[in-house]
């Protein structure tokens, strides 16, 4: 009777079982996702045929981020799911003690954004110029840096003439596009009457006065303007970050109660 009734007490709990299975079943999925687009982006930009390719870019390379997220949701998932499944406290404590280590480095880097907001603001200028340089050598750059000046209708780092780091943009005499002292059509104000985008609205328009330009591209550079966003969606950001960080948190006490479970039972087992 003193053996069913202390094996009894130290029972898996099913709820946290299943209920961590199923939402590491999710992350899994979203994993695979994340590799399977950046495996085709870079399947389409020939980077898999050839590899050497990867180095030859010049800026950043938006397809790195879908993979990098990728493969730690899909690590994390396996490594939950599979440990909840299999009542595996080997995975369960990897997964919680990576969700763990992931926790710190965002805690981390909030912090340190905080403290050393001037020199993110210079990294961040630097990292914009550099990928301004890169703008023509990669179309998902391409396309992340005109849905950012779109999105925050800004251009450049901190002004339209950045784009003079651009070979093909720059205005010295030497310099044949057709692009020359211009800037990409994402700089350019929106007609709310155009129904079709003109690609070609930034041409020559680095060459005309500064009150011309205020009327045809955006003027603010895209530093100032995302620490106006950050600003003006100040809690909205912060809440996110609150709820990633609460549902991480809420992970791991699941992990570790499961694994108290699973090796309460296994002592229990050598008793009975």
Not at 109 to 116: E, H
Not at 138 to 163: M, R, V
Not at 197 to 220: H, L, M, P, V, W
């Given at each position: 009777?003193?053996?069913?009734?202390?094996?009894?007490?130290?029972?898996?709990?099913?709820?946290?079982?299943?209920?961590?299975?199923?939402?590491?079943?999710?992350?899994?999925?979203?994993?695979?996702?994340?590799?399977?687009?950046?495996?085709?982006?870079?399947?389409?930009?020939?980077?898999?045929?050839?590899?050497?390719?990867?180095?030859?870019?010049?800026?950043?390379?938006?397809?790195?981020?879908?993979?990098?997220?990728?493969?730690?949701?899909?690590?994390?998932?396996?490594?939950?799911?599979?440990?909840?499944?299999?009542?595996?406290?080997?995975?369960?404590?990897?997964?919680?003690?990576?969700?763990?280590?992931?926790?710190?480095?965002?805690?981390?880097?909030?912090?340190?954004?905080?403290?050393?907001?001037?020199?993110?603001?210079?990294?961040?200028?630097?990292?914009?110029?550099?990928?301004?340089?890169?703008?023509?050598?990669?179309?998902?750059l391409q396309n992340?840096?005109?849905?950012?000046?779109?999105?925050?209708?800004?251009?450049?780092?901190?002004?339209?003439?950045?784009?003079?780091?651009?070979?093909?943009?720059?205005?010295?005499?030497?310099?044949?596009?057709?692009?020359?002292?211009?800037?990409?059509?994402?700089?350019?104000?929106?007609?709310?009457?155009?129904?079709?985008?003109?690609?070609q609205c930034g041409?020559?328009?680095?060459?005309?006065?500064?009150?011309?330009?205020?009327?045809?591209?955006?003027?603010?550079?895209?530093?100032?303007?995302?620490?106006?966003?950050?600003?003006?969606?100040?809690?909205?950001?912060?809440?996110?970050?609150?709820?990633?960080?609460?549902?991480?948190?809420?992970?791991?006490?699941?992990?570790?109660?499961?694994?108290?479970?699973?090796?309460?039972?296994?002592?229990?087992?050598?008793?009975?």
């Amino acid at each position: 009777m003193m053996s069913g009734k202390h094996f009894k007490a130290h029972e898996v709990s099913c709820c946290i079982k299943y209920f961590i299975f199923g939402f590491n079943i999710i992350f899994w999925f979203l994993g695979v996702a994340f590799l399977a687009v950046g495996l085709w982006a870079w399947s389409e930009k020939g980077v898999l045929s050839n590899i050497s390719s990867i180095t030859d870019l010049g800026g950043f390379d938006p397809v790195w981020l879908f993979l990098v997220v990728g493969g730690v949701m899909f690590i994390l998932g396996f490594a939950g799911c599979i440990g909840a499944l299999r009542e595996n406290s080997f995975l369960l404590k990897f997964f919680s003690v990576f969700l763990g280590i992931i926790f710190f480095l965002e805690l981390t880097a909030g912090v340190l954004a905080f403290v050393f907001k001037d020199w993110i603001k210079d990294q961040l200028n630097l990292f914009i110029n550099n990928n301004i340089r890169a703008y023509r050598d990669d179309i998902d750059l391409q396309n992340l840096i005109d849905f950012t000046q779109e999105y925050w209708e800004c251009c450049g780092a901190f002004g339209a003439d950045d784009w003079d780091l651009n070979i093909y943009f720059n205005c010295t005499d030497s310099n044949p596009s057709r692009e020359k002292c211009g800037v990409p059509f994402s700089c350019c104000t929106k007609d709310p009457a155009e129904d079709v985008i003109n690609t070609q609205c930034g041409y020559d328009i680095r060459a005309k006065t500064d009150s011309e330009q205020r009327t045809f591209i955006y003027i603010k550079g895209c530093v100032p303007q995302f620490e106006k966003w950050l600003q003006d969606n100040l809690t909205v950001v912060a809440g996110i970050f609150i709820g990633i960080a609460l549902l991480q948190i809420f992970g791991i006490c699941l992990a570790q109660n499961l694994v108290s479970d699973i090796e309460a039972v296994r002592e229990s087992c050598l008793f009975t």
